[in-house]
Every structure is written in structure tokens, then in C-alpha cells.
């Protein structure tokens, strides 16, 4: 089997390959499909398994901007990751996920993200646990108890304001030192809202997306910089009360709305879990935010079964770090899941008792300190 460039050429088999794994798809999640797809084949980011001419696995890498701890980077987001039937169980899926991962290093992405149907497949490749997309269910009657700010001007948003969302989200991300939520790319964000099924409101700071789903309101995305615009944002979408009984949101895990209820008790919480990886070590590091107070200088080796791993010191001070390659064998050991799970924020205890890290421990406070972050996401591909 080979490992090659999905080509425009190759659009009908993937497709077969989505409905084999993902079910059916109407006319317009197609074209919709095609229309999303078709700029990224020629940045190389659409990867494919092929049996001779036959294609028997596919992945894409979209490409994101992340934030950690209110610094962007990029980021490649895999999707649609595909096997036919008639291949699994042959390494088909673990081949191509090993080439995804060295595609989305060599496109400059030191980290990356994915949100699995399986996990096994992932974690053997590098991926760990790391956040969660929460969803919250409210009753829409909750949300009329938001007193609104009434000097906040709104107007409806759509495919030419792409660029003055990006521009809002890295503001409002960098300011609240947000670490996961992510960004689509320009042209993704043109063809999202085009979407005329859905309500699309923007403030000078702040935007919010959301749409009927059934007697339901499904708040797909609301980013808010300031008190009056959340405020104005969430009475907007509490205006529907008088029809639609709940409100299903995408929110931070201590997202402000939680504050502005009067009532928590009927509100309920669900997760859907993602997955992440470093690629590129030194590069992540790098690109990072880390709390301004924190110091930390440590020795960390990083065993990597796709990209080779290697040992580092890591120096974080002023917010910032740096990565040096050093030979010394002294100082924390883990897997490339290990490290990707600490960048994320998870604590070098948890890490310690299920064996992903290992070696002197006297890093560990620091580590904690320097990675410390609450990651979540908004966004779900």
C-alpha cells in the first residue's frame, strides 16, 4: 500500500468511504463537503492509503489556530479520518495516521487535535486524553433572567465579516489566557457563515452563532469580551424562550453565563472528550503561553514511535519558553502521550501513576506550574 496526496480525482471514493464510516449524506452535506474540501487538497493536507489505485484509508489535517494560555498557534485539526471495511483490521489505519502526523510536522504544525470514535488507534500513535467540548442543557426561561445590556450594538454577521471574527477571537482568547479553544482558517470561516440555516450576531467584541434544532435552541459558538456584550449576546439568544424550551451551548468549563444564572439546579453538563499531540517538541514549547510569575528550568526526554523524541531542557520564565537539545539522560522521562497530556495541563502526579511519565521527580512542581491549564473547546469538526 501506498501513502499519497488525495487528488480532486479522488473526491468520489472518499466520499464512499465517509458514508461506509459515518452513514449516509444528503446532496447538500456534499456539496457542502466539496466546498470545504477542495482548497485544503492543494496545501497537502488531505492524506490518503492507497492498494494500487484503490483507496482504502483517508484523513484530513484542517488547519487551525490554537490557543494556550492566550498565545496562538498553528494547528492541525484531523478529520475524517476513513478506512473502508473491507481494509481494517490490516494496520491500514495505523499507517495513516503515522503519515498525518509527520504531514502536519512538515507543514509547520507543532501540535495537533482530533476528537475520536475509537481510542486505541490514537494513543498507540501518540495521542492522550487531554479536554473536553462541554455542553450545556438549560432551560430557555433561565437565560430571560440575564438582565441585558441595552448601550451594546449587534448586527447580523456574515461570510465578509470572516476576517474580523479571527481578529476578535485572538483578542479575546489572548485576554482571558484561554488554552484549547481554536479558530478556523479564513475560508473556512467565509463558508461557515454562509449558512443560512443559522443566526449570526456581532458586537464590537464579541460574536455568537446559533440556530433551531427541533423545539431547541443549539448555541453552536458565543465569545464575548466584556460583561455588556455577554450580557447582550446571551438575552439575545434568551429571546426565543417564549418558543423553544431548552438551550443547548458549547461553553468554557467555568464559562461566565454559569455566573449570570439565577438558577444552576435544572442545568446539565455533558462532555465530548478530544485528543491531543504534540509534534514538535521544541516548536510547541515555543509558540506556548505560560503564567508570567512562573519560573521552571528542567530536563524532560520525550520518546516519540513516529517522530523519534529526543531530550530537552526546557526554560520558562516572563511567560515565555525556550527549548535547548541536550545529552544528558537525567531528569523526567515520558511518552510523547505523557508529554503531549502535560502540555494540556494534566499533572505530573496523574501522569506518574499511569505510567507515561517516570525519571526525577523534582521537576514536578514546576512542570505543573509552567503547563497548568484548564483546556477546552468550542469547536467540534
Known amino acids: ?21 459515518f452513514g449516509p449524506m444528503s446532496a447538500a452535506d456534499i456539496d457542502r463537503w466539496r466546498r470545504a474540501v477542495l482548497p485544503v487538497l492543494e496545501q497537502g493536507r488531505y492524506v490518503g492509503v492507497f492498494d494500487g489505485s484503490r483507496l482504502a484509508g483517508a484523513a484530513r489535517l484542517r488547519q487551525f489556530t490554537q490557543w494556550w494560555h492566550g498565545r496562538p498557534q498553528p494547528m492541525a485539526g484531523i478529520a475524517g479520518v476513513t478506512v473502508g471495511p473491507e481494509d481494517r483490521g490490516r494496520g491500514v489505519g ?6 498525518v502526523i509527520r504531514r502536519g510536522a512538515s507543514l509547520g504544525d507543532a501540535v495537533s487535535v482530533l476528537y475520536p470514535a475509537t481510542t486505541p488507534i490514537y494513543r498507540s500513535v501518540g495521542y492522550e486524553h487531554a479536554g473536553a467540548r462541554h455542553l450545556v442543557t438549560l432551560p430557555a426561561e433561565a437565560l430571560r433572567t440575564i438582565r441585558p445590556a441595552t448601550d451594546v450594538k449587534l448586527r447580523r454577521m456574515g461570510p465578509g465579516d470572516a476576517a474580523e471574527v479571527i ?73 426565543a424562550s417564549s418558543v423553544a424550551e431548552h438551550v443547548v451551548a458549547s461553553v468554557a468549563p467555568d464559562d461566565p453565563v454559569l455566573w449570570l444564572l439565577r438558577e444552576w439546579s435544572t442545568v446539565k453538563v455533558r462532555q465530548v472528550r478530544w485528543m491531543f499531540r504534540v509534534l514538535d ?17 528542567a530536563v524532560v526526554s520525550v520518546t516519540d514511535p513516529v517522530r523519534g523524541g529526543g531530550t530537552w531542557r526546557l526554560e520558562i520564565s516572563g511567560g515565555s519558553g525556550a527549548v535547548t537539545p541536550v545529552t544528558s539522560a537525567d531528569g523526567v522521562q515520558l511518552s510523547v502521550n505523557g508529554f503531549s497530556a ?6 505530573a502526579a496523574t501522569l506518574r501513576l499511569s505510567g507515561l511519565m517516570s525519571g526525577d521527580d523534582r521537576y514536578d512542581e514546576a512542570l505543573d506550574s509552567a503547563f497548568a491549564a484548564k483546556p477546552y473547546m468550542l469547536e467540534y469538526w
Open 94 to 99: 495505523t499507517r495513516l495516521m503515522r503519515a
Open 1 to 21: 500500500m501506498d501513502i499519497r496526496d488525495v487528488t480532486p480525482d479522488d473526491l468520489d471514493d472518499v466520499i464512499d468511504l465517509r458514508k461506509r464510516s
Open 342 to 347: 502535560l502540555y494540556a495541563g494534566i499533572p
Open 281 to 297: 517538541v521544541a516548536a510547541a514549547v515555543e509558540r506556548r503561553g505560560y503564567p508570567e510569575h512562573v519560573t521552571c528550568d
Open 167 to 239: 481578529s476578535l477571537l485572538h483578542r479575546v482568547h489572548g485576554a482571558a489566557r484561554a488554552s484549547g479553544p481554536a479558530s478556523w482558517n479564513a475560508d473556512t470561516w467565509r463558508l461557515w457563515l454562509g449558512n443560512q440555516d443559522d443566526f449570526l450576531y456581532l458586537a464590537d467584541d464579541g460574536y455568537v452563532i446559533y440556530r433551531w434544532s427541533g423545539g431547541d435552541i443549539e448555541v453552536e459558538n458565543l465569545v464575548a469580551g466584556s460583561e455588556e456584550t455577554l450580557r447582550a449576546l446571551w438575552s439575545l439568544v434568551g429571546s
